[in-house]
T-cell receptor, first 117, second 109 residues
Framework: GAVVSQHPSWVICKSGTSVKIECRSLDFQATTMFWYRQFPKQSLMLMATSNEGSKATYEQGVEKDKFLINHASLTLSTLTVTSAHPEDSSFYIC?????????????FGPGTRLTVT | GIQVEQSPPDLILQEGANSTLRCNFSDSVNNLQWFHQNPWGQLINLFYIPSGTKQNGRLSATTVATERYSLLYISSSQTTDSGVYFCAGATDSWGKLQFGAGTQVVVTP
């Protein structure tokens, strides 16, 4: 149990276009989902926290107008990178857990590798 | 936010050897998890261990919450244990995880 999927696994897009990444919890209801990004040889950095039916909260330094997050259902959150630029190229990973303000184990998706040319 | 320090940063092991990875936190955490990131980038959950000791096969983990550290033990290492090991902790009620820099483990045959 506790499987999280992401789609697509990898995407190449041209500078100035937008890219949408989906994160789904396959066998549990994910009240809360998190989005991280990871640069090569570095650790994961939290970008934002999203709760079903409410606006995402973004970490300091993350542009909310650039990284649009929608958590429309208990099993789906989407991250849209708008007007992508080469510096947005990175590995994006989502995680999910049940419960909002409760401390539960998080489960991670396999990640999406974004390359902006 | 909290600071998470992992040591050592790199570890080279011969197959069959045992090792200990450490994670120190600058503040008390209410959630602590250990992960193994495989070569394709997938984070595999190893332990959810805010306190106490757990074992799963050749892996075990101990968290001493009062002293703000956690240890991951790998026994009889195998080449498939290679990869990056991360610990992460949370201090807020949402459970937002702060990751350490990771330990790169290479197990040689």
């Amino acid at each position: 149990g506790a499987v999280v999927s992401q789609h697509p696994s990898w995407v190449i897009c041209k500078s100035g276009t937008s890219v949408k990444i989906e994160c789904r919890s396959l066998d549990f209801q994910a009240t809360t989902m998190f989005w991280y990004r990871q640069f090569p040889k570095q650790s994961l950095m939290l970008m934002a926290t999203s709760n079903e039916g409410s606006k995402a909260t973004y970490e300091q330094g993350v542009e909310k107008d650039k990284f649009l997050i929608n958590h429309a259902s208990l099993t789906l959150s989407t991250l849209t990178v708008t007007s992508a630029h080469p510096e947005d190229s990175s590995f994006y990973i989502c995680s999910a857990k049940t419960g909002a303000r409760v401390i539960y184990e998080q489960y991670f998706g396999p990640g999406t590798r974004l390359t902006v040319t | 936010g909290i600071q998470v320090e992992q040591s050592p940063p790199d570890l080279i092991l011969q197959e069959g050897a045992n090792s200990t990875l450490r994670c120190n936190f600058s503040d008390s955490v209410n959630n602590l998890q250990w992960f193994h990131q495989n070569p394709w980038g997938q984070l595999i959950n190893l332990f959810y261990i805010p306190s106490g000791t757990k074992q799963n096969g050749r892996l075990s983990a101990t968290t001493v919450a009062t002293e703000r550290y956690s240890l991951l033990y790998i026994s009889s290492s195998q080449t498939t244990d290679s990869g990056v090991y991360f610990c992460a902790g949370a201090t807020d009620s949402w459970g937002k995880l702060q990751f350490g820099a990771g330990t790169q483990v290479v197990v040689t045959p």
